[in-house]
Nanobody, 116 residues
């Protein structure tokens, strides 16, 4: 079975850090680009960051650039999202998505809440 297991969310104060993990199984992980998305209450799901299948190309949306870093370990079938200098507006459910050609898989979300 294909699985994408996101974890690492939680409650953090503004300015704090969290590292999200997305652990994959059931498919050829090293073929897939991986993206992190988020959805805040009452808002559309939006892209945050993505990384190529070999990890040699990354992209971060403007609103997280310089604060978030995406990385992957293909030996561990895991993608990470290091989130620093978190802001209240980063509060959302974060999801990972694997994409290869016409195939894509979504993981379940992990809640990130930034609040004092």
């Amino acid at each position: 079975d294909v699985q994408l297991q996101a974890s690492g969310g939680g409650l953090v104060q503004p300015g704090g850090s969290l590292r999200l993990s997305c652990a994959a199984s059931g498919f050829r992980f090293e073929d897939y680009a991986i993206g992190w998305f988020r959805q805040a209450p009452g808002k559309e799901r939006e892209a945050v960051s993505c990384i190529s299948n070999r990890g040699d190309n990354t992209f971060h949306e403007r609103f997280v650039e310089g604060r978030f870093t995406i990385s992957r370990d293909n030996a561990e079938n895991t993608v990470y999202l290091q989130m620093n200098r978190l802001k209240p507006e980063d509060t959302a459910v974060y999801y990972c998505k694997a994409v290869y050609r016409l195939r894509d898989y979504w993981g379940q979300g992990t809640q990130v809440t930034v609040s004092s």
